[in-house]
């Protein structure tokens, strides 16, 4: 997009000079074509006398070639993590001027701004004689005087199908809008996160995917992404809700969970539910051992992995060749994810029930706290379960030592292709990949890590 509005601007410059008289007698003549009736121009810029912003904004092409920049820069701007993750309603607003883009892109090509000699005219032009013989032209017999005209806009042939499949999804998404969706169960933890259990008829969706939930009476418009967090196998579906924006808290607002008031389920506002979307995470059951590490709200997805694995694990009719998970999760507050410390410790409570306590190890890092934290955890080291989470699994402060967990790793399993699943930022991303290759054997009899980058 840059390059063809840097080469218009010099190309407007180069058909403004043709007009003035150093550009030479040949473009003169060429710039000067169009003034009577029966001949068509070449140069868009009339005459030397006049301001070429000006020239260009009264165009169709420069019109539309304005709006449709400024869409863009838009889109993209507002696109970015920063604007996603802090400011979603300007992400998800403005994201919708793809449809002024779309539309100035196809009027861009009408006002036929570049041109160049017709066909026709061609054929009755002798080319290599008529331009060193310019003040002949309309006078000879084969220096006739040339025609000019732009190529017919075709940028409607590759918007099209992309138009019609997106009007597509639109129509399919409304079907879904209309669908009814059953609040089960509404939950108000703590640490100020909401939880949503929810049915919806031919529903169906696999470990790790995510949906996108509308609440009409807080916004008719607005869409919002969040990652499922119960599993396939239970007969709801859930998500976790923490406010991050005014459309989270106005929707904690509508659930009376700022006021953590009971509201009866028929009094609860109404959802809308599109999908769910996403790569369903089935990689980790394909490995005997897999390890998987979250980052923050890089957490989320695995609270319906985890879950899933362990429905699994406990179905006797289910052929599972996973035998050893490792779960690693870096936090700098707990207390945000508290709801996912109480999986942890559901999870936890049901492996000793099962004797199946080795199935699953985790390991808790904290990477932020105070001083009277410190002092509070200090007090409590010798107690049995942790002061932080309340599991038995004590917390880690401080940031793993990667290169010696991926060190043990191989030594526990020295001859085991092992599945690395990361959820999180990309920095750490990068040295888990690293650490990944470093510690995989170089013969292939050996431990092989094999590194999978989850989105959320």
Not at 38 to 54: H, M, V
Not at 226 to 253: C, M, N, Q
Not at 414 to 437: D, E, H, Y
């Amino acid at each position: 997009a840059a390059i063809h509005v840097v080469a218009h601007s010099i190309n407007i410059e180069r058909y403004h000079s043709s007009q003035s008289k150093e550009a030479g007698e040949l473009r003169n003549k060429l710039s000067g074509l169009g003034k009577s009736p029966n001949e068509s121009y070449l140069n868009p810029i009339r005459t030397y006398d006049t301001n070429t912003t000006g020239e260009v904004l009264t165009t169709i092409a420069g019109i539309t070639g304005v709006v449709i920049t400024v869409a863009l820069i838009l889109i993209m701007t507002s696109s970015t993590e920063l604007i996603r993750r802090s400011c979603y309603e300007v992400f998800w607003y403005t994201h919708h001027l793809f449809v002024v883009f779309f539309t100035g892109l196809i009027i861009h090509g009408m006002g036929q701004l570049v041109r160049g000699q017709t066909p026709q005219s061609l054929l009755l032009h002798n080319v290599t004689y008529c331009k060193d013989h310019y003040w002949e032209w309309e006078n000879a017999t084969q220096c006739p005087l040339p025609q000019f005209s732009g190529n017919k806009p075709v940028a409607w042939k590759w918007v099209l199908s992309p138009m019609v499949l997106y009007t597509c999804e639109r129509i399919v998404r409304f079907w879904r809008f209309r669908q009814e969706v059953v609040i089960t169960k509404v939950v108000t933890h703590s640490s100020g996160v909401l939880e949503l259990h929810m049915k919806k008829n031919g529903f169906k969706m696999g470990a790790g995917q995510y949906i996108f939930l509308q609440c009409p009476s807080v916004s008719q418009l607005e869409w919002h992404p969040f990652t499922l967090t119960s599993a396939p196998e239970e007969d709801y579906f859930s998500v976790h809700i923490r406010v991050v924006g005014d459309w989270t808290a106005a929707l904690f607002k509508a659930f009376g969970a700022e006021e953590k008031a009971f509201k009866e389920l028929w009094m609860l506002p109404r959802l809308a539910v599109d999908g769910p979307y996403g790569s369903a995470t089935t990689d980790i059951f394909h490995y005997r051992v897999s390890v998987c590490i979250a980052a923050g709200i890089g957490v989320t997805p695995f609270a319906s992995i985890l879950k899933s694995i362990w429905y699994k694990c406990c179905n006797p009719n289910t052929v599972l060749a996973l035998q050893k998970v490792y779960f690693y999760w870096i936090c700098r507050d707990p207390s945000a994810f508290e709801w996912f410390a109480d999986l942890l410790f559901h999870l936890e409570t049901k492996m000793a029930e099962k004797w199946k306590t080795d199935f699953l190890s985790y390991h808790i890092f904290l990477t932020g706290w105070d001083e009277s934290q410190a002092t509070h955890i200090a007090l409590h080291c010798d107690d049995k379960m942790d002061v932080i989470t309340g599991l038995r699994q004590k917390t880690c402060y401080g940031r793993p030592n990667w290169d010696n967990e991926f060190k043990q790793l191989a030594e526990n399993h020295p001859s085991s292709s092992i599945g690395v699943f990361f959820c999180g930022p990309k920095a750490l991303s990068k040295i888990l990949q690293k650490t990944c290759n470093s510690y995989s054997s170089v013969d292939p009899r050996g431990v092989q890590f094999h590194y999978n980058k989850e989105s959320f």
